[in-house]
Structure formats: C-alpha cells, structure tokens
C-alpha cells in the first residue's frame, strides 16, 4: 500500500511540474492521468488481494484433508553433544522450568569467561563504537530509550563462542524437548547509567509469530549476565507461569512491541501468576520460554547492565516464508567445548555479520500485522 500511494503522490507531483496551471485543458489532463494511474494500482492491488484469499484458501482445503498421522510426542530431531561441559541440568531444574516458564542457573559461567565477555563489549567499536557501532536505540513507552545490536548467527568471535559453548547449547536442548538447537539470533542489551530506557511487558514470541516462527515450545532465550541485575538498574521482571496464557495480543508502545496491558494487568491478578525480579550475578543464565510475559525498569542507578541474550531455536521449527525475511533457517551449530570460550583472547564480532539496523527495526515493529495498531 505504501508504494501504491507513494506512486499515486509521485504521479501527481511531476504532473504539478510539467504544466504551469496556464490552461484548464493542461490542468484536466493530469487529473485524467492521475485518476487512471490510481485505478490500474487499486486494481493490481485488489487483484493481487484476491490471489492471496484463493491461496489461502486452496491451502485451508489442503489441510481439512490432510491423513491422519501416528506418532509419539518425542523430539524429531534428538540431539547430544560430545563436547567438554561443565554444566549439566538436573531434573528438578527441567521441571521448574515446564512448570514456571523461566529457570536461573547460577554461576552458569565462570568468572574468568564473564570478565573476557564484558572486556570484549566494552572494546568492541560495533557495540560500543561512535561511528562503526550496529548498535540501535528504541524508545520505551515513557520516552526514554535503551540500546541493543542484534545479529542473526552464532559467529566465530568471543560472544558467538559463549553462545555455541557445549553446556548452553545442551541445556538449550533439554528445555526444548530434547531437539536439536541452531541459532535464532544474538544481542547485546545495553543499558546505561541513570539514562537506560525500559522494555515493556511483553512476549518474545508476541512478534516472532509474525516472523514466521509457529511452535512457540521450540524457541527460547538464554540470557547472560555481564553485570549485576537488580532492581537498582533495571533487572527483568517476568510473571511466571505466564507461558501457559497464549500468545497475547500485541501493540505498540513507544518504539517497542507491547502486550495487551488489560490482558497483563487481568494475568497479575489470577492466582498462581507471580511477578518477579530476575536478580542475576555476572555468570548467571536465565533461560525463559518465549510465551513469558516479561519487562524491566529503566536503568535508574550509576552502574550498567549488560546482559548477552542467544536465542536458540529448534529444527523442525524453520520460519515461514514471510517478508521480511528475519529468523534464519537450520544451519547445523558448530559446538565447542566449554574451555574454548577463552582460548585466543577477546574476539571482536566481524562488519560481515548480518546485524538487525535501525530502519529494519522499526518497520518490522510499525508494519507488524500482528501488532494491534
């Protein structure tokens, strides 16, 4: 619709400039231009309209007659490293996690692979740079703004590293059913001293369904802490047990995707739902499902708060072909051993990476279907 109407504008402006309003002739000309400009568009547009509610359709018959299948509910694609870990989840941890929709494994890292991790975001010019930086800004619903960069792969550099280390890509696994992870994306969460803006109350999966991802039990985040998260400088909040609620629905709230404040508001007030802040030490990983209501405060103290997020997806569970294109397909990950981390130094990330920019930010949340506008 955008380039309809901007086509429609472009017609009208150069007929504006080629005729000098001197005669009515020239004057009526344009009109009749412009007005049979925008039929063939409106008419384009409500072909191209219809084609989709005929595939759409045919594809809803298609699925009616579908056999029927047999089967377990096992994981389609088993997986287990070989790799050196140092830690391993117990049952208990497996179950707090199906059953609050969250689990904080403390001490995850060691202290000498969390000080490489923040040395190297610190240095780094496309996290921290004034000119090369990747990294964006995006506004809370009070205004105030807090930084992320964002890239689609588990790289070679330092932060991949952490990501692709055998004990979190395990874990990974067992928390989604056994399957075998790859990489969704990785992020950088900065928020500064006394200005870090807020994130509001939402769910990953609020606008990953819109980015084609459809089992929302087959993706989650990983969540490392750099710095100390408190209340001070703004740790997360998550509502637990809120991943058993659905995806909710979703708007806009500043330059962030929101749920429903209603609808969280009615969840905090159901039995059994608890909200509550996600103090973390450096080294700490929170995992979380991508249903879990969750927020964080701004960033009110004189310290940062840093955290490293790897969202892990499951094979079996590739987007949909949507535009634009964002989640990645399988790419099997190539796991290393848990003393790998801090071999060779800091690593800083590559320019060749495909980073999530500004522009593309902010359209994938303004021109997000899902979003209520």
């Known amino acids: 619709m955008r380039c309809i109407l901007a086509a429609s504008l472009l017609v009208l402006v150069h007929g504006e400039q080629a005729c000098d309003g001197s005669t009515q002739d020239c004057g009526d000309g344009d009109r009749v231009a412009s007005d049979n400009n925008s039929k063939s568009y409106s008419s384009s547009a409500s072909d191209a309209a219809a084609a989709e509610k005929a595939a759409k359709m045919a594809a809803m018959v298609r699925a009616r007659d579908m056999p029927v299948t047999d089967g377990d509910d096992v994981a389609n694609h088993p997986f287990s490293t070989s790799k050196a870990t140092h830690r391993r989840l117990t049952a208990v941890e497996r179950e707090t996690f199906a059953r609050e929709g969250y689990l904080v494994v403390r001490g995850f890292f060691q202290e000498k692979s969390v000080d490489l991790l923040r040395g190297c975001i610190e240095r780094d010019p496309l996290i921290l740079g004034d000119t090369a930086s990747k990294n964006i800004s995006v506004l809370d619903a009070s205004g105030r ?15 991949g590293r952490f990501s692709r280390s055998a004990s979190l890509v395990q874990a ?15 992020k950088v969460l900065l928020k500064e001293p006394r200005t870090g803006g807020a994130w509001e109350w939402h ?3 609020g606008y990953w369904y819109a980015q084609g991802i459809n089992q929302p039990d087959k993706i989650l985040s990983a969540i490392i802490a750099v710095d100390r998260n408190d209340e001070e400088n703004g740790a997360m909040r998550i509502l637990s047990r809120s991943h058993r609620l ?18 969280v508001l009615a969840a905090m007030a159901t039995p059994g739902h608890r909200i509550v802040t996600l103090d973390l030490e450096p080294g700490d990983v929170a995992f979380t499902h991508s249903n879990l209501l969750h927020c964080s405060r701004p960033n009110d103290s004189d310290r940062w708060r840093r955290n490293v997020i790897a969202a892990f997806n499951a094979r ?37 990476l495909d980073f999530l920019e500004s522009d593309t930010s902010k359209t994938t949340i303004e021109d997000n279907p899902v979003l209520a506008k």
Do not use: K
């Open 145 to 159: 703004d807090t930084r992320l960069t964002l890239w689609w792969e588990f790289g070679s550099d330092t932060i």
């Open 203 to 205: 769910q990953d999966f």
């Open 316 to 352: 079996g569970n590739e987007p949909l072909p949507v535009t634009p294109r964002m989640h990645p397909s399988y790419r099997p990950l190539e796991v290393v051993p848990d003393d790998a981390i801090t071999q060779g130094g800091c690593i800083p990330l590559s320019s060749s």
């Open 172 to 186: 990974a696994s067992e928390l989604l059913g056994g399957d075998e992870p790859f990489a969704s994306h990785q």
């Open 246 to 263: 659905g995806r909710l629905d979703h708007g806009v709230y500043g330059g962030q995707a929101g749920a429903d404040p209603d609808r």
